[in-house]
């Protein structure tokens, strides 16, 4: 069994930042494709920033300049650090891996909760 387990999330003041960690557990051989969506109430799941295995990065436009993704691959891990927080930036925050089990795994986190506000 492969799980995403996410860590980091809270409430944090507009302007702050918070950085979310997300590590990938149990039978894996390989870990492709790593990234982060979100996900606000009456709204579909929508791409904040993946990376890949290579550590290339890929980001939505709205987080450009302000977010950063990084992984570790001998740790199977991906951080994302999220700088000058906005209002519109609460959500909940999922993490999203391509792992390879001996078959091919879409896997996704439980969730993770940010919330900008005064």
């Known amino acids: 069994q492969v799980q995403l387990v996410e860590s980091g999330g809270g409430l944090v003041q507009p302007g702050g930042s918070l950085r979310l960690s997300c590590a990938a557990s149990?039978?894996?051989?390989?870990?492709?494709?790593m990234g982060w969506y979100r996900q606000t109430p009456g709204k579909t799941r929508e791409l904040v920033a993946q990376i890949t295995r290579g550590g290339i990065p890929n980001y939505a436009n709205f987080v450009t300049g302000r977010f950063t993704i990084s992984r570790d691959n001998a740790k199977s891990t991906i951080d994302l650090q999220m700088n000058s927080l906005k209002p519109e930036d609460t959500a909940v925050y999922y993490c999203r891996a391509d792992v390879i089990t001996g078959r091919y795994l879409e896997v996704w986190g439980q969730g993770t909760l940010v919330t900008v506000s005064s």
């Open positions: 149990g039978s894996i051989s390989s870990v492709y494709g």
